[in-house]
T-cell receptor, first 111, second 116 residues
Framework: AQSVAQPEDQVNVAEGNPLTVKCTYS??????LFWYVQYPNRGLQFLLK??????LVKGSYGFEAEFNKSQTSFHLKKPSALVSDSALYFC?????????FGAGTTVTVRA | SQTIHQWPATLVQPVGSPLSLECTVE??????LYWYRQAAGRGLQLLFY??????ISSEVPQNLSASRPQDRQFILSSKKLLLSDSGFYLC???????????????FGDGTRLSIL
């Protein structure tokens, strides 16, 4: 079965500092990886995906993610975090016709 | 552009009562449709997905069921709710895979279900 792991329940950063949210994957074959963000009482919003090609994927709201095959990682990054980036972030991997999600990482950006 | 609607946004139901949550998608045809449950604001559990009218795949055995009576309509139902059915239910859609590549899923705003 395909799976992803998000090793950190919470990430706290100061506004203006770099933000990294970690994700590692375990798949057979080529991984199709995704990042989503969820604000309170809302659905998930798609941020970016890796299917093939460049290892650095750029997405919405200034986020990017780096696919690292040797480390089986797909960490989400933002060079300069904003208070409005405070939310719950999910990494996901394709499994059959659906997605398998990580447990989520709560990001808090303090002013 | 494509939009997805879920209703109701909030629902409080007694144990043993029936359930019907509806999800519709606009602006696309033959979408893949999904129902997820999110407990305690964290991980998502895939409940059902559908690749076409009348085609439902169940991921987790439970007292819930799903139906797809129309191309862009996905309904989550139960005949008798349990306390453990409380949670945040999310509907999602995605376009069909293109050239074998999975398309991202787009989520509705969810239904918060509380069972009393």
């Amino acid at each position: 079965a395909q799976s992803v792991a998000q090793p950190e329940d919470q990430v706290n950063v100061a506004e203006g500092n770099p933000l990294t949210v970690k994700c590692t994957y375990s798949v057979s074959g080529n991984p199709y990886l995704f990042w989503y963000v969820q604000y309170p009482n809302r659905g998930l919003q798609f941020l970016l995906k890796y299917i093939t090609g460049d290892n650095l994927v750029k997405g919405s709201y200034g986020f990017e993610a780096e696919f690292n095959k040797s480390q089986t990682s797909f960490h989400l990054k933002k060079p300069s975090a904003l208070v409005s980036d405070s939310a719950l972030y999910f990494c996901a991997v394709r499994e059959d016709s659906a997605l398998s999600f990580g447990a989520g990482t709560t990001v808090t950006v303090r002013a | 552009s494509q939009t997805i609607h879920q209703w109701p946004a909030t629902l409080v139901q007694p144990v043993g009562s029936p359930l019907s949550l509806e999800c519709t998608v606009e602006g696309t045809s033959n979408p893949n449709l999904y129902w997820y449950r999110q407990a305690a604001g964290r991980g998502l559990q895939l409940l059902f997905y559908s690749v076409g009218i009348g085609q439902i795949s169940s991921e987790v055995p439970q007292n819930l069921s799903a139906s797809r009576p129309q191309d862009r309509q996905f309904i989550l139902s139960s005949k008798k709710l349990l306390l453990s059915d409380s949670g945040f239910y999310l509907c999602a859609w995605s376009a069909e895979p293109r050239q074998g590549r999975t398309q991202p899923q787009h989520f509705g705003d969810g239904t918060r279900l509380s069972i009393l």
